[in-house]
Each structure stands twice: as C-alpha cells, then as structure tokens.
C-alpha cells in the first residue's frame, strides 16, 4: 500500500507570501500525484494533475513539481481565498490514496 | 454542464447498510474517458477514497473496507450507487460521489457530498 505523507500540518502565512507544501510517497513507483484545495464545507477541487499539469481555470500562481516519491505544490503568492486544506492524492494498482493534508493559515 | 448529486438516507442505524446514489447530469456514465467513484471524510479529518466503477463493470475497492463496500451502475438512469454493509460508528462521514478521469486517476468533478450519520 503506497503511504503518502504531507509536510507541514500546517503552515502560518500572510497574504502575499510563498507557500510550499510536500507530498512524499512510501512508493518509488508512485505515479500521477494530483492535488486538491478543499474549503469548510465544500467539496475539494482539483487544481493538479500528473505532478506539474495544472487545471484549466486555475490561476497561474498554483504550481506542482516532483517525481518519483517526492512532490511539492507552490502557491507563489498567497491570495486571501488560497487558505484552505490542501490534500495530494497518488494512484497505484488501481487504488486511490490520499495524503492527511496540509492547512495552509492566515 | 455536468453536475453530480448524491442522495441517500442522513441516518443510519449501527450493523445496517448504508445506500447511496449519485446522479450525474450533462455527461454520460458510459462514456469511456471516465470512471465513477465514491470518496468519504469523516468529520474533521481526511479523505478515503471508497471505490471506483468503470462503464464496462469493472470496480476497484479499498481494502482497508474488505468486503463491506459493494460499487454499481444504472447506464439506463445515469447513476451510480454505493452499498456499504454493517456499519459501524466509524463509518460516519460525509460521502462524495466524484468523477475519475480514466487516463491520469484524478478526481475532476465532484459532488457536494452528504453527510451519513450512523447512529442508533
């Protein structure tokens, strides 16, 4: 079973500054990373897919990276709406595995 | 515009069997490109995904659920449902319907999700 860990818990922030959450994988071949942004009280929304390949409609500012069993999302500026749970997800033998998510805060 | 809904029963009674549906609007659930899932989040905590089922009938579980989860389709409704047996207080959560992109395994699309509660 591929374990997927995230780094920080959480991560104390203003508006404007640079954030970066991790995502590592207990599983080499680990493929297709994905991250999702989750508000309270609404479903989560996929901002990337395979790693680095961003939504349509997501703003440039969100950027992934990585591969192999490490991976990492950047959100370069943080807007007021970006504090939010953040979750990566990974893929193997036809399972779906979520990592414990990161809160990014103001 | 493709929209998912679930609906089902908001309480459940412990040792019974949880029935979920998901409706899907503006796409069809034979199409190849998709595969059709059911996530869950217990509250204040994080998601599972639960099971996935593919146009053709094939369906993936999650093995941390053994045998209790049980995936299916309607192609003549557009629907699919989620069957969970002898539950347990743990299985309280808010369930999510979702579409699952067949090629990359992601979760593009997802329903607002409705709270189960398993309570005697």
């Known amino acids: 079973e591929n374990v997927l860990t995230q780094s920080p818990d959480t991560l104390s922030l203003s508006p404007g500054e640079r954030a970066t959450l991790s995502c590592t994988a207990s599983?080499?071949?680990?493929?297709?990373v994905a991250w999702y942004q989750q508000k309270p009280g609404q479903a989560p929304r996929l901002l990337i897919y395979d790693a680095s390949h961003r939504v349509a409609g997501i703003p440039a500012r969100f950027s992934g990276s990585g591969s192999g069993t490490d991976f990492t999302l950047t959100i370069s500026s943080l807007e007021p709406e970006d504090f939010a749970l953040y979750y990566c997800?990974?893929?193997?033998?036809?399972?779906?595995?979520f990592g414990g998510g990161t809160k990014v805060e103001i | 515009q493709v929209h998912l809904q679930e609906s089902g029963p908001g309480l459940v009674k412990p040792s019974e069997t949880l029935s979920l549906t998901c409706s899907v609007s503006?796409?069809?659930?034979?199409?190849?490109?998709?595969?059709w899932a059911w996530i869950r989040q217990p509250p204040g905590k994080g998601l599972e995904w639960i099971a996935t089922v593919y146009y053709n009938g094939d369906s993936y579980h999650n093995p941390s659920l053994k045998t209790r989860a049980t995936i299916y389709m309607d192609t003549s409704k557009n629907l699919f449902s989620l069957r969970l047996r002898s539950v347990t207080a743990a299985d309280t959560a808010v369930y999510y319907c979702a579409r699952q992109h067949f090629g990359y395994n992601v979760l593009d699309l997802w329903g607002q999700g409705t709270l189960v509660t398993v309570s005697s």
């Open positions: 599983d080499s071949l680990s493929k297709s």
């Open positions: 997800q990974d893929r193997s033998d036809w399972t779906l595995t």
């Open positions: 503006g796409d069809s659930i034979s199409a190849s490109s998709y595969m």
